[in-house]
């Protein structure tokens, strides 16, 4: 959810939109904004799961230092989402253990 | 190899400072930063700050951080974003990864202002999405505009805990509970009454046990804890929640400062284990370290300690008397003091104290 109004911030300012396909969906994202806040403001918590067992990891830390937020990029695995801008037509998908690299298509 | 006066690791409140007051006394300075942005956590930090006057008591975070990147940018300091610093070599040489590629810069001072990490705790269920450090929660909503989610539950009533939970219902969000082992709220009264205020249940004298949900947070199990801290599981409750922060402290980042072979002491009031240092705030031959590094504070005194260490390395490089150079360190003294007094303080300023005549006596206690 969007923080649109704040007290002390004020209104958040109009920003260009960027599309961006998370796992074959369509979301919206704002210009200048890391990938796990577009993530974030659709709703999207779980950006990955571990190698052995399966489990979800998403945000932990959020600046860039944990790794626990890892997903493929545009083909390129173990990327920080939460320190990694939009780009508009960015492909994201959920990193499955250590990822793929290359393969957009599946 | 890029050849320099000081290379300042680390562009938070620290290093900034470390860097203007440097860049003041024409010492070319460079100063590396691993994020896209300079400035650390300041601007997350969108409260007003403590203390006096000219500690810019009454600014708000994140303008302080605006002022600090103004006044480097006006020193002629440069600053290198993207820039990780992984290792520190003899003769002052220091790896660093900028934009992809490594290279290495020589320096003849260094100040390591590498801030802390947030502490992190393991229990059933913690690795959860949706669990997370109150400073990712702090990031999310004052930075990025973006709510992590609407029921949170706060482990932690340090100042940490009680001002991002009080961030959190500032841009929209239900803090349903905050949670502290110890017996007392660690942070100021005037945070936590504000958190009072807002009927917000604090538990003192319990922790979390567990995290439920299936691939994200959907609750969390407290329980009291005795007074060896131990939870009593037979007491258990739940409490529905979507997200959990961890306020839990600190820890110093003190890998370069290992690499560059100091000592280093353990204490607990500054968050773990810091590089022994002396008076002006240096570890090692050349090499300076300066805020949350050297003890975990505030940015107010990481501010003042950075302007120390860039006013000592000008000093050893021999770009202001020896005069002017002690009555520049003084007045930091006095202001740093002001700081580390009250009740909080003071645990602080004995701390310091103490690393400083543990570092004197390793030198034989020759001053």
């Known amino acids: 959810m969007r923080i649109i109004k704040h007290p002390i911030l004020g209104d958040v300012k109009e920003k260009k939109k960027v599309n961006i396909n998370v796992d074959n969906r369509q979301v919206e994202a704002l210009e200048g904004e890391p990938i796990a806040a577009a993530l974030m403001a659709a709703g999207i918590r779980a ?3 571990t190698i052995k067992t399966g489990e979800p990891r998403g945000v932990y830390c959020g600046i860039g230092q944990c790794n626990d937020c890892i997903m493929e990029v545009n083909g390129v695995p173990n990327v920080r989402t939460c320190v990694t801008l ?3 037509g960015m492909i994201i998908r959920t990193q499955i253990g250590l990822g793929k690299s290359g393969d957009l298509d599946d | ?3 320099t006066e000081l290379l300042i690791i680390g562009g938070g409140p620290a290093g900034l400072a470390a860097g203007i007051e440097a860049g003041k006394l024409n010492v070319k300075t460079i100063i590396v930063d691993e994020n896209s942005l300079p400035g650390g956590q300041l601007f997350k930090q969108i409260h007003k700050f403590f203390g006096s006057k000219e500690h810019k008591a009454g600014i708000r ?8 990147l103004s006044e480097v940018s006006e020193t002629g300091v440069e600053v290198y974003l993207n820039t990780r610093a992984w290792g520190i070599f003899d003769d002052n040489i ?3 990864v900028k934009d992809g590629k490594t290279e290495k ?5 260094i100040i390591l202002a590498t801030g802390a990490s947030e502490n992190a705790l393991a229990f059933p269920g913690s690795t959860l999405p949706g669990v997370m ?4 929660a702090q990031t999310f909503i004052n930075v990025h505009r973006v ?3 609407k029921k949170i539950v706060m482990i932690g009533t340090g100042n940490v805990g009680l001002i991002t939970s009080y961030q959190l219902m500032q841009a929209g969000a239900e803090v349903v509970a905050i949670v502290e082992a110890a017996p007392s709220v660690g942070g100021y009264d005037v945070h936590a009454n504000k958190i009072r205020r807002a009927g917000v249940p604090i538990y003192l004298g319990h922790t979390i046990v567990e995290a439920q949900g299936n691939m994200e947070v959907s609750g969390a199990i407290l329980a009291p804890v005795d007074d060896k801290f131990k939870a009593d599981k037979s007491k258990s409750f739940f409490i529905d929640c979507d997200t959990i922060c961890f306020a839990v402290g600190l820890t110093p980042r003190i890998e370069l400062a290992q690499m560059a072979n100091s000592p280093t002491i353990y204490i607990s009031a500054l968050g773990g284990h810091v590089p022994l240092h002396d008076q002006k705030l240096k570890i090692a031959d050349s090499i300076f370290a300066a805020g949350d590094i050297a003890g975990v504070e505030e940015a107010s005194t990481a501010m003042e300690e950075g302007r120390l260490a860039g006013v000592a390395a000008a000093i050893e490089l021999g770009k202001i008397n020896q005069v002017d150079g002690i009555e520049k360190v003084n007045n930091i003294y006095q202001r740093l003091a002001k700081l580390r007094s009250g009740q909080f303080g003071m645990k602080r300023a004995l701390a310091k104290e103490e690393i400083i005549r543990k570092e004197l006596e390793l030198r034989g206690g020759v001053e």
């Open chain 1, 47 to 49: 950006f990955r799961r």
């Open chain 1, 86 to 88: 939009v780009e508009e």
């Open chain 2, 1 to 3: 190899m890029i050849n």
């Open chain 2, 61 to 68: 975070g994140n303008k302080i951080g605006e002022q600090l």
């Open chain 2, 94 to 96: 220091v790896g660093i």
């Open chain 2, 105 to 109: 810069i020589k320096a003849k001072k």
């Open chain 2, 133 to 136: 450090t109150a400073g990712a």
């Open chain 2, 147 to 149: 709510l992590p989610g």
